[in-house]
């Protein structure tokens, strides 16, 4: 699954957003270093409430 491409669709954008500007558009900041894997599956999960709602 390709997280990413969900993220631009769930938001309605027309292209894919890499994950630090996909949680800029969430209003939120990366936590910790980029490109660390533990570190971006974090941050990624902080997104995924925004692409799969508990009420769609």
């Given at each position: 699954?390709?997280l990413k491409?969900?993220?631009?669709?769930?938001?309605?954008l027309e292209?894919?957003?890499?994950?630090?500007g996909a949680?800029?558009?969430?209003?939120?900041?990366?936590?910790?270093?980029?490109?660390?894997?533990?570190?971006?599956?974090?941050?990624?999960?902080?997104?995924?409430?925004?692409?799969?709602?508990?009420?769609?």
């Open positions: 699954m390709n491409q969900r993220f631009a669709k769930a938001c309605r292209r894919p957003l890499g994950l630090n949680l800029q558009l969430a209003g939120l900041q990366f936590n910790g270093q980029q490109h660390r894997a533990l570190e971006d599956a974090r941050n990624t999960a902080r997104l995924l409430p925004l692409i799969f709602p508990a009420n769609p």
